[in-house]
């Protein structure tokens, strides 16, 4: 791997390793703590990612953003493979420091509500729904540069939002990798394949509405 490519792969492994490490820590304690714990982590912790490591690797830190860049022309096809490896590498290792770090007979911060066991797709509706509001962000924000040195903030603040509205019913993953991570660790995949399908494809969804429906906004006048 070239040097070009091997520092933006890495940020994105650092990038996904805080996330998932910060937020499924921050799950740990929701029982107890409220849903309103783990929206500030998620979202306090993508914002200081974007401002950390953005002008290195575009700072996706999620497989949904990447394909959703990709849908776009954002990232080319071999840079958006080695940066999701990178993304779910991040996550598993974050995922077994957790299992490390908290007491014995802890959840491992896994992304499941209400919903996950009962109605795993409509858990994964909703998960698709939150990934578009996500990913549509990310590119009005950050790809179509709108919100400037604010995009990380917006950006941010959209994944907060979405975990105060599905975190209760989904566990508001709205990431792959933020899924899979913990996932293995706790040794209970059956959600898994549901939660990709619906967050893959609001990823999916919104990189081609803003594409093609909004990609030319530049152009038009009030």
């Keep these: 791997m070239n040097d070009s490519l091997s520092r933006p792969v890495l940020a994105e492994f650092i990038g996904a390793f805080v996330l998932v490490f910060v937020g499924a820590a921050a799950v740990t304690v929701a029982p107890e703590q409220g849903v309103v714990v783990a929206a500030l982590a998620h979202g306090l912790a993508l914002v200081s990612i974007i401002y950390s490591y953005g002008h290195i690797s575009g700072a996706h830190i999620n497989p949904a953003v990447t394909v959703g860049l990709l849908i776009g022309g954002k990232i080319d096809l071999p840079k958006a493979i080695a940066y999701i490896i990178a993304q779910f590498l991040g996550g598993i290792v974050a995922a077994i420091i957790v299992s490390l770090v908290v007491p014995a007979g802890t959840n491992l911060g896994q992304t499941t509500g209400l919903l996950t066991a009962t109605s795993p ?16 962000a990310v590119y009005q924000a950050a790809a179509f540069e709108k919100a400037g040195i604010i995009a990380g903030i ?17 566990g508001a993953s709205l990431n792959p990798a933020r ?44």
Excluded: H, N
């Excluded at 917006?154 to 989904?170: E, P, S, V, W």
């Excluded at 990709?196 to 990823?203: A, D, E, M, Q, Y």
């Design 154 to 170: 917006a950006i941010g603040f959209t994944l907060a939002a979405c975990i105060l509205a599905g975190g209760l019913y989904t």
């Design 121 to 136: 797709w409509q858990a994964a509706l909703f998960e698709g729904v939150m990934t578009f509001l996500l990913v549509s």
């Design 179 to 222: 899924t899979l991570g913990p996932a293995m660790i706790a040794g209970d995949l059956s959600y898994v394949l549901p939660y990709f399908v619906g967050i893959f494809g609001g990823g999916i969804v919104a990189g081609l509405v803003q594409t093609f429906l909004f990609g030319d906004t530049a152009r038009v006048k009030a």
